[in-house]
């Protein structure tokens, strides 16, 4: 049987007296019954044999006992249970301790699976099993002792049996623990998934990935039901083979009794007796069996609480990221077979307000030509985000046009591929989260896409390269390689127009060198839009729009508008709207 994990350690040493607690009433009640089957014994024997029948002192004693049992057992179920709702809160203390310790992030998933699930299965062990432990020895030494002078033989028959339910339970619990294991690793990376999947939705909407993240869920949904029947088919298995154990225990005895009694070697009281005794002797065997079970759910999830607090499960800090050189293949054949013309977008007259709001665009216009890296730059609250919504249509807008080669933003055609500023991979494997807006991308083409992305070094470092895991909300990527991901994502998709917030925020300087290059590699055949706050992405466009007022204030070159006294000449002397300006500007 493995060890159960420390974490268990501390409320089981504190639970000590409780449990012995509750071990003493359950011993009680087992005295208590090898008396009331004594006592009725007596009674059927005295209205068998000897006519004086069932007296009230009889019927007394054994309604008594009968009380005095029920009593008894109520007291030790009632205080188990009460045990194992400490339990639960011990470790649900230890869990918050373990985290607040922690030197990193829990993946929220796995915290919400353990946190509830997980404490959940451990309260059993604690409430079911552990009592069963204890009855399971005390109430058959019990019943032996009665038995062994009362008739060696059925105990002999008890003694020589009793071990068989044990070790088969250990048997098949062998078996049990893998799969319950495998279930839990099973329910912890689809609970992860699904969370991303949730905090993601408006990027799966925006790539129009509804239909095979539905997909995704429902395998994920179905690979956890077959597990489960899995575990419940060797559950129920296990219990078939210890009642058939137990029944035929108890067969055994009642056939020596039976042929005792025709032969004459035994009394009707005696043999009664005993045969009463037999299925109360397996009943403790047969419950540990049942709650065996407790405590292989309580181990696996034991497993992860550990790992949870014990910073076992900090994500793998990643390789510090390289400037990658233009790789030759970022420079070979393009991505698509056919490259799609990129689109001319034209803004006319767009004037925008949230509801109750003032108008955060007015009369705003603008064209951005096919093929070229245009950076949207503005102060802190001018526009840009609600621009980018708008020529994503997740907004309309109250007066104006917007057309992307002649169609409205919301329109599948013009369905434009969006990087916001934290791109969310799910948990799953680097080519999922690439595949995210070109499910049936095949892998040459994945593999092309991060080599365009500029990517391809930090999956090559990865031994199962595009089949490596990323743990839940992107854990085990770095910021760059987050970005770099969802880059490849765009290159992937089959959208002339693209999207994006900041692609380089907080990165350091070798990964925006990485990231810039990709970004000018995604305007080949694709019209790209970047709402820009460093400088380094500001200088990689080909023309820069100044939004100021609700509308584009200035548009240009960078170095002409730099150049000349306007809006962004006034931005970049602020400093702080543009991350970085400033003190660039300054060590001019
Ligand atoms: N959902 C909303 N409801 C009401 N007002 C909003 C909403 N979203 C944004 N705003 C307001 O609209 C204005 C423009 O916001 P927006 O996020 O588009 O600016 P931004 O240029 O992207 O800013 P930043 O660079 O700080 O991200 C701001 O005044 C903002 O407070």
Redesign the pocket.
Known sequence: MPPLPACLDAPRAALRPALLGVALLNGAAGVVLVALAWCLADTLNALVFHDTGPTPLRLGTVAALLLARAALMAAAQGRAAALGFEAGRMVRRRLVEGLLARSTPVPPGSLALVGVEGIDAIEPFFARYLPATFHAVLLPVVVLVVVVPMDPLSALVLAGTAPLIPLFMLLIGHGTQTLNAAQWAEMTRASAYFLDVVRALPLVRAFAAVPAERQRLATAASAWCDGTVRVLRLAFLSALVLEFLATLGVALVAVFIGFRLLWGQIEFERGLFVLLLAPEFYLPLRSLGVHYHARLEAQAAAERLAALIEDENAPPSSAPESPTPESPASQAAPLRPEEPSAPRVEVAGVSFA?PG?AP?LEDCSFTLEPGTLTALV?A???????LLALLRGRLTPQAGTIRVDGVPPGAEAARPAWIPQEPHPFAGTLAEAVRLGAPDAPDEAVSRALDLAHATPFVAERPQGLDAPIGEGGAGLSGGELRRLALARAFLMDAPLVLLDEPSASLDHESETALIAALQGLRRGRTVLV?AHRLATIRAADRVLVLAGGRVAQEGLFETLRASDGPLRALLGAGAPLVGAALEETSR
């Not at 802190?380 to 609600?386: H, P, R």
């Open positions: 949230y709001h955060v503005g802190s609250g001018a526009g840009k985000s609600t709402a």
